[in-house]
């Protein structure tokens, strides 16, 4: 991927995926808005929620050492992955162990992060997302664009043609008269799913929290799909990253209300789903937990970036962002797009790429992400301080600029250096441009004129009149 600004120049030309954005995240925030406003102790449940988060960070290795246990005598495994690699390695091999070369999934970010899908494909084993707008970006092999509704930069029409010409590829094929209705498209995903479903012997999935006192592991969705796979399959493999871990059920009870109303704007999810290990009567007889890190405790060790832990996966931030509504997910590079994934991506990745880089700087500043956090998350702040980071390593257009302060310094270093440049640009000042040279400067000073040069240097003119 190139950089966010070349990425998003590219996007932006794009009408058809403006006009899709605009509308649907418009029609999300303002449907949030009025979710929101319905609990008169909204401001209160956003304040726990931050310092439910921030304390369980401060003793992130107690919990999840607590977690494991919990998990451990429920009947699962747990296995440890320090990075994407690792975790795509263990996931591939409890998958062989069962025998079986295709697998059903349920929406998870932290799959997608570590390229799970492509990597089990590399090694002959199917892996079928479920979840409507997942399983539109499959089968048109293309790239989420939001955390909650992946396929947001498709339209009706767009999502009609892929089922009709790629879904018999991977299944069931869609009818041949199918409509753009919302109706028609969403019964054949279901025709189509359902014999997954009853065949899948090994289910994948992420999880929106874990309660680290009892094992239990929490996915919120809407669609139901997440519910078939954590109870049909034999086995179950969840990859988490470790900042999901919450205490206590008393702690998840915050999140059940912010979670929906920030996300979908309802006042709870129509599948809230919860299993602690494994029982003989009823789901998974196999349970595998894979706690990713990924980068993660680096950011921890940020002071200032480590809130953008706290981030619940609610996608409210990327419906009101002024630059995400214009530009679009896939201009980010990144499986989090939008101001979290600005913040988080370039913790998680290092900045040393020029993609990672440039992604403190896709934003305006504005603030409506912050206002609209569940759990208070100050990314302009955090905005900031990667900015700084950027610009201390030295990254690309940075070494001019440092070379330039390292220059100036020395000049405002030696009175008697600057004082002759003062006179030289002034007696010079006829030749000065109006407007900044060099590529890139245009738009900047379309509508700025530089200012002008005075007649004289200020100290010249102070000697003058002030004797």
């Not at 956003?46 to 429920?74: M, P």
Request: with cysteine; hydrophobic share 40%; charged share 25%.
């Amino acid at each position: 991927m190139p950089a966010f600004p070349k990425a998003a120049h590219e996007a932006v030309r794009n009408e058809t995926l403006r006009a899709n954005l605009r509308h649907a995240t418009h029609t999300i925030r303002d449907k949030r808005a009025v979710a929101v406003a319905e609990l008169a102790d909204w401001a209160e449940l956003r304040e726990a929620g931050k310092q439910i988060k921030d304390q369980t960070l401060s003793r992130l290795d107690h919990y999840l050492v607590q977690l494991e246990e919990a998990v451990t005598a429920a009947g699962g495994s747990v296995h440890w992955a320090a990075d994407a690699a690792e975790a795509n390695r263990i996931v591939t091999e409890l998958v062989r162990a069962t025998g079986e070369t295709e697998v059903v999934k349920v929406k998870s970010m932290a799959t997608q992060e570590i390229g799970l899908n492509e990597h089990l494909e590399a090694e002959g084993i199917a892996a079928y997302e479920t979840d409507l707008a997942e399983l539109i970006v499959q089968l048109g092999e293309d790239r989420p664009s939001h955390i909650l509704v992946p396929a947001i930069h498709r339209n009706r029409g767009e999502i009609r043609d892929i089922f009709r010409s790629e879904m018999a590829k991977w299944g069931r094929s869609a009818p041949d008269d199918l409509t753009d209705s919302p109706a028609e498209l969403a019964e054949a995903a279901r025709l189509h799913l359902r014999e997954k479903f009853l065949r899948a012997k090994v289910g994948i999935s992420g999880a929106n929290f874990m309660v680290a006192e009892t094992g239990t592991l929490v996915v919120v969705e809407s669609e139901g799909n997440g519910r078939m796979c954590l109870t049909l399959p034999e086995t179950l493999i969840s990859v988490v990253g470790i900042e999901k871990v919450v205490p206590t059920w008393q702690d998840l009870e915050v999140f059940l209300q912010t979670l929906p109303r920030s996300s979908t704007a309802e006042r709870m999810n129509p599948y809230t789903s919860m299993w602690t290990g494994t029982t003989d009567e009823d789901g998974p007889t196999t349970f595998h937990l894979v706690l990713l890190d990924n980068g993660r405790t680096g950011a921890l060790a940020d002071e200032v970036g480590r809130q953008a832990l706290r981030c619940i996966r609610c996608s409210a931030c990327l419906n009101v962002c002024p630059v995400y509504e214009r530009a679009g997910g896939h201009a980010y590079g990144s499986v989090y797009p939008g101001p979290i994934g600005a913040i988080l991506t370039p913790q998680l990745r290092g900045t040393q790429s020029e993609v990672d880089a440039s992604l403190p700087y896709a934003s305006s500043l504005c603030g409506a992400c912050y206002e609209v956090c569940p759990v208070a998350i100050d990314i302009p702040e955090v905005l900031v301080h990667l900015r700084e980071k950027v610009a201390v390593e030295g990254g690309k257009g940075h070494r001019l600029e440092k070379a330039a302060i390292k220059a100036s310094t020395w000049v405002l270093d030696h009175p008697g250096v600057l004082a002759a440049g003062e006179r030289i640009a002034s007696k010079t000042r006829a030749l000065h441009p109006t407007k900044l040279p060099g590529p890139g400067s245009g738009p900047w000073t379309e509508s700025r004129d530089l200012p002008e040069m005075p007649a004289e240097p200020f100290r010249d003119w102070w000697k003058k009149n002030r004797t």
